[in-house]
């Protein structure tokens, strides 16, 4: 990713001299931001009104946590730069969660909060809080403002940690007197981070190890991450793994790296992935991963996890290498760089053996569920989205049962696809994390997959989907439970459902009361005929499906257990 | 097993949260932590002793490599290097009992650096393991008080390539 080339003036043509505001509003351009999500207070008015003349740009969330999110799905789904503004104090620490969401899964966000006064900090002023204390832990940088002369650097700064390297959310903490302030002369724009040197291009040795070890292999197989979509390298991935006849599985962020129509794909991996994928990772003897981080979730029982495997690995983070996994080879550096260099070193093998193994496992144990239910089973509707939309919408989620049926029923075929909170399980992302993700995509059909625990987290950004006239799409799957925690309780909690079993809103009367559309879907029948509906309505539609309250989700690798000892559920 | 591992860091403010934040966070154990500034104003040195595996120090070392504001992370294990620690003590032995003491300062080539009628303040430089043994000779003598500045280290020999 370049470093922008066009920096701002502060000074215009008269030499005029310019408030921190003015400067803030300059360097936002230069930096080529086309959409802040954000929501004003007191300590930020001179922010706000720098941008009173391109409130085209603004999206005014109900709560800072749906800006945070917002700006993270435009970020997922653009590729770009998320940006989200925010006051100090409550403003600031509403935020939290987004940022944290956003730093588990390395998406570029910069956040940009309001401070009290630097005369002020620390004397517990009104709507204070030692924001840069509070968000250390869940940025990747953050940094309080003390001198205008330094905020176009600091904001140049900011962007360039953000987007590069694995990137991550960046905080900037700017004081009511900075943006008040004039500054007279040219600031100074020049990023200056010398601890700041991200390795981009792999070890020609490494590379040429894991290539050798890759056409040495006669069982291998690629686990992608949602790295490889960070560094827009889907293609270059799919080059290889063809080139190299190699099957690959994905994470949850890896989703979409390859078309899951190929037949290389082994679909999703891990604790709710397919067995396919599972018992190929624990029979290989080559796991290639990219820009993936061996998380619990993927690997189960960390001991027995692919026990007969060389691990290359290949991860623009240095920290990654072997923080959970032993690997045999790193390479460290841009996951692009790294397999355009694969691809050229890699040969073409037939592996035979290999893929009929896999195509046994893949006939013993299909994905399914019970199809002739007469209940509405939730992965039917997503089947049916999925469907209706041809695989080609974006689609966000909530987290919990709802997530994982999205990401096993819907064929992903392209980058940037699924918009889901892997790493921090954030409930209440999918609906806010859709309006960024419509706001970044004008044109396309979004969806927010949701459950009624989720939605309900964060329902109020209904109201911003229909102020900016935003048309996603939400689909929820009503249960009547905090499904996922209920499904757990019933496996291993003797069926205690403690503060699980919940009571919602009528979700089509609540979207209509917010000025979008309401449906409801009680019967199976209607099931696709309300997706069609819901498509073909202008503007935000929720629809509420009752589905089968205590499905659950199958495959499933007990917490703690090894792949291979997944349970099949009544799939088996 | 004992590292000493030496962080050179842009001199900011936050930096010191930033790191111990980072160790709190992943769990790292630390012995000590020193921070001054470098001849550049605009860096300053830690000095991280910190305890654990092999792994554990893998990660300390890149996860310190990671922060923003580190700019160079080295490990002074298995390297030959002078390591330092400052020490002041105050020892409760009244002006008719200073005789061994003394003789005892003299060994471990401490300071007396203050006087009162009923106590002695002793400077004492040097590695971890010396300022240690000193401490156990003076607790029969009454330790009062007592501070250190935790280790600051460097490689002998020229100064290493940055």
Same mark, same amino acid.
């Given at each position: 990713m370049m470093a922008r080339e066009k920096k701002a003036k502060a000074i215009d043509s008269k030499g005029k001299a310019r408030t921190g505001a003015a400067i803030f509003r300059q360097t936002l351009e230069a930096e080529g931001v086309d959409t802040i999500f954000g929501y004003p207070g007191g300590v930020v008015l001179p922010i706000f009104d720098e941008l009173y003349e391109s409130l085209d740009k603004f999206v005014l969330t109900r709560h800072e946590q749906g800006a945070a999110h917002a700006a993270d799905g435009y970020a997922r789904s653009t590729g770009k730069v998320g940006v989200v503004l925010a006051t100090s104090g409550p403003g600031a620490c509403n935020l939290i969660t987004g940022l944290a969401t956003a730093h588990m899964d390395s998406i570029p966000v910069v956040a940009f909060t309001g401070q009290v006064k630097t005369t002020l #900090?620390?004397? &517990? +002023? %009104?709507?204070? +809080? $030692?924001v840069t204390g509070i968000s250390r832990s869940v940025t990747k940088y953050n940094i309080l403002v003390k001198d205008v002369k330094d905020l176009a650097r600091v904001m140049h700064e900011a962007f360039h940690v953000a987007r590069t390297g694995r990137p991550g959310p960046v905080l900037v903490d700017i004081p009511f007197d900075v943006s008040m302030a004039e500054l007279n002369g040219e600031p100074d724009e020049q990023i200056r981070l010398p601890g700041y040197k991200p390795q981009l291009t792999g070890n020609p040795r490494q590379i040429k190890a894991a290539a050798e070890a890759l056409n040495a292999s006669k069982r291998p197989v690629i686990y992608v991450g949602g790295g490889v979509i960070l560094a827009n390298a889907s293609k270059l991935l799919r080059e290889l793994a063809s080139k190299a006849n190699v099957p690959v599985t994905t994470t949850l962020l890896g989703l979409g790296a390859l078309d899951q129509d190929s037949e290389l794909s082994l679909d999703m991996l891990g604790m709710h992935g397919t067995a396919y994928a599972n018992y190929a990772v624990q029979d290989c003897d080559l796991l290639l991963a =990219?820009? +993936? *981080? %061996?998380?619990d979730r993927v690997t189960g029982n960390l001991a027995e996890f692919a026990p007969k495997a060389k691990i290359v690995h290949i991860d =623009? &983070?240095? !920290? !990654? #290498?072997? /923080?959970?996994v032993k690997v045999d080879i790193p390479v460290v550096g841009d996951a692009g760089n790294i397999l355009e260099a694969l691809v050229k070193l890699a040969e073409h093998k037939g592996r035979k053996a290999w893929f009929e193994q896999i195509a046994k496992w893949k006939k013993q144990y299909p994905m399914g569920y $019970? *199809? /002739? !239910?007469s209940k509405i089973k939730p992965q039917y509707v997503v089947e049916q989205i999925c469907e209706a939309t041809k695989g080609q919408a974006i689609v966000t989620t909530g987290v919990g049962q709802h997530q994982m049926w999205t990401a096993q029923f819907y064929k992903w075929k392209f980058p940037r696809q699924i918009i889901s909170s892997g790493g921090l399980g954030t409930m209440g992302f999918g609906l806010p994390a859709a309006n960024g993700a419509q706001r970044g995509n004008p044109g396309k059909v979004v969806i927010d997959v949701d459950g009624d625990g989720s939605f309900c987290m964060t329902m109020q950004e209904l109201i911003t989907s229909v102020n900016y006239s935003l048309p996603v799409k939400v689909m929820i799957m009503n249960n009547g439970y905090l499904g996922m925690v209920r499904q757990w309780q019933e496996l291993f909690f003797g069926k205690r459902y403690s503060a699980t079993k919940i009571k919602s809103p009528d979700f089509a009367a609540l979207a209509r009361g917010f000025g979008a559309t309401g449906m409801v879907v009680q019967d199976r029948s209607e099931v696709r005929e309300a997706i069609e509906q819901s498509l073909a309505t202008e503007g935000p539609v929720v629809v509420d499906f009752h589905v089968d309250p205590e499905e659950n989700v199958w495959p499933m690798v007990p917490a703690g257990k090894s792949l291979h000892e997944m349970k099949m559920g009544p799939l088996a | 097993m004992r590292h000493i591992i030496s962080a050179l860091v842009q001199n900011e403010p936050g930096v010191l949260a930033h790191v111990a934040g980072m160790f709190a966070a992943r769990g790292f154990n630390i012995d000590s932590l020193v921070v001054g500034e470098t001849e550049s104003p605009e860096q300053s040195r830690m000095t991280i002793v910190v305890r654990g595996d092999d792994r554990v120090l893998e990660q300390v070392r890149k996860q310190l490599a990671k922060v923003v504001a580190v700019i160079k992370v080295r490990d002074f294990s298995g390297v030959a290097h002078v390591e330092r620690d400052l020490m002041l003590v105050r020892l409760s032995v009244p002006a008719e009992r200073r005789g061994p003491v003394l003789d005892l300062i003299n060994i471990f080539r401490g300071r007396v650096v203050d006087v009162s009628p009923k106590s002695i303040l002793v400077q004492l430089t040097g590695p971890e393991d010396k300022i240690e043994a000193f401490i156990e000779c003076c607790r029969p003598y009454g330790i009062k008080e007592l501070a250190r500045t935790g280790v600051i280290a460097m490689t002998r020999g020229a100064k290493e390539k940055e």
């Open positions: #900090i620390g004397n &517990d +002023a %009104f709507q204070e +809080a $030692d =990219v820009g +993936a *981080r %061996f998380e =623009v &983070d240095p !920290s !990654s #290498i072997s /923080k959970n $019970d *199809r /002739k !239910s | -």
